[in-house]
């Protein structure tokens, strides 16, 4: 798994737990390959869209040479799924159904 930074999120997420959030997702910011495990996510409001979107950009932001790959999102069958479906965020982000087609080898 070299350069390769997995953020594993579960259960819920939503605006009580976004400080949370944001601390799992803070390693990626740097990794040359970030990927965002939703797959055991309940339930996810816009404030973890939100948070997407930050990390996209702060990850774009220290990479001024292009050096870092695209987020990966992996989402299954997940709740999560259908959220980044009505939200348009699968125009976004490359999404996944698991770890091994986001380009993890186990």
């Avoid at 348009?88 to 996944?96: A, E, L, T």
Wanted: charged share 30%.
């Amino acid at each position: 798994m070299d350069g390769i930074v997995i953020a594993r999120l579960d259960g819920e997420i939503d605006v009580n737990s976004k400080a949370e959030l944001r601390a799992k997702l803070e390693p990626l910011i740097s990794a040359k390959i970030a990927i965002v495990d939703l797959r055991e996510v309940t339930y996810m409001d816009s404030s973890a869209l939100t948070e997407l979107l930050l990390l996209r950009r702060k990850r774009d932001g220290s990479d001024p040479d292009g050096n870092l790959q695209a987020m990966r999102l992996v989402v299954g069958n997940s709740p999560a799924r259908r959220v980044l479906e009505l939200s348009g965020f699968d125009k976004v982000f490359p999404i996944y159904e698991t770890l091994e087609e986001a380009g993890v080898h186990t």
